[in-house]
């Protein structure tokens, strides 16, 4: 009984959680007070050991319930305390605050650059027949872009009249299922042809390096109706340089060769650096952005188009190239964009 007395007056008296947890040590730990006294029960003699039990045990519990207890005030009263200093005007913790993927403004950016001319973007499969990928294109069978080395090929889902499933090596597979879409449409409505199409999509080849990634993104343009020239295709371009890159920006055409454009050019816009005169950095004041052109008529003919009506350009720039080029940015590795490296994507 002394034990009891002893416990619960020292229980009472404890005034925070550690006191408590010594006391309960004290008391009930495995060489405490009361678990040794119940030990010893084994020596009280056999006609009282019953009573004497039933007495210890009754001790324990009290002893148990009253640290509970006690245990159970302390927490109150530091609730209550913590209560007392919380200044509800502290203004609150403000999250994270995130923004979009680099490329996913550039492409905003680009998007609406091309609306406001009259481009409505449009969304072509990333995954589709090697028809659209590349014979509709002027592409023959033996040419090296359809090389196993330079596009992934699937090996099923074969389609007898279409061919191979590809993914897209180039947006410019929108461009035949833009014209049949335009095609019909005109059927239907008896409207004259019109397209001014902007696909922006990824694409994918075997590469890898520090200007190459095996996923990347371009923004293809098709316009297509009837008198559509060169001088077109040079407006829309010099219209883009200097809304995305600056109006110090020009451009220039050079003649290239692409399986599904004829003439075909590849376009340079000035260096940012040296707007035009030449530094190290770029070829004599220039940077290549890619390529462009007038509709080949054969590709014009696979869309269903009447080519002694219509004609049209064609251009296909990649985004992640164009933002590299953009002033003030400058990507050592463009794999870093893909990296999930957050201390790189949240400098900009
Ligand atoms: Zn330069």
Redesign the pocket.
């Known amino acids: 009984m002394q034990i009891k007395n002893d416990a619960l007056s020292l229980i009472l008296d404890a005034s925070d959680k550690k006191t408590l947890e010594e006391i309960k040590l004290q008391f009930l730990g495995r060489s405490g007070k009361l678990t040794l006294a119940l030990k010893d029960i084994t020596k009280v003699p056999l006609d009282r050991r019953a009573e004497v039990g039933k007495l210890a045990n009754e001790v324990k519990e009290s002893v148990e319930e009253a640290i509970d207890r006690q245990e159970g005030m302390l927490q109150h009263k530091t609730m209550q305390t913590k209560r007392q200093t919380l200044d509800v005007t502290n203004p609150g913790i403000t999250p994270p605050h995130g923004h979009l993927h680099l490329i996913t403004q550039a492409i905003q950016e680009i998007t609406s650059i091309f609306e406001k001319i009259g481009f409505t973007r449009v969304r072509y499969p990333e995954i589709d027949w090697d028809y659209y990928a590349f014979t509709a294109l002027n592409f023959p069978a033996n040419h090296p872009a359809r090389d196993d080395w330079e596009t992934f090929f699937t090996k099923e889902d074969t389609d007898s009249e279409k061919g191979q499933i590809v993914l897209t090596p180039h947006t410019s597979n929108g461009q035949v299922r833009e014209m049949e879409r335009a095609v019909a449409d005109s059927k239907k409505t008896g409207q004259p042809v019109s397209i001014r199409m902007l696909n922006i999509a990824k694409c994918y080849r075997r590469q890898s390096d520090v200007s190459h990634t095996q996923m990347f993104h371009q923004f293809e343009g098709l316009v297509v109706g009837e008198n559509i020239s060169i001088v077109h295709l040079k407006g829309v371009l010099d219209y883009f340089v200097k809304s995305y890159f600056g109006e110090n920006r020009t451009s220039r055409i050079r003649p290239y060769h692409f399986q599904f454009t004829e003439p075909s050019f590849e376009i340079d816009v000035?260096?940012?650096?040296?707007?035009?005169?030449?530094?190290?950095?770029?070829k004599?004041?220039?940077?290549e952005m890619g390529g462009a052109g007038m509709v080949h008529p054969n590709v014009l003919k696979y869309g269903g188009i009447d080519t002694k009506k219509y004609t049209g350009f064609a251009f296909g720039w990649g985004v992640e190239r164009v933002l590299m080029m953009k002033e003030g940015i400058e990507i050592d590795d463009l794999r870093l964009l893909y990296s999930n490296k957050l201390e790189f994507l949240e400098q900009f």
Not at 270 to 282: A, N, Q
């Open positions: 000035t260096c940012g650096v040296c707007l035009g005169k030449g530094c190290k950095l770029c004599a004041g220039w940077l």
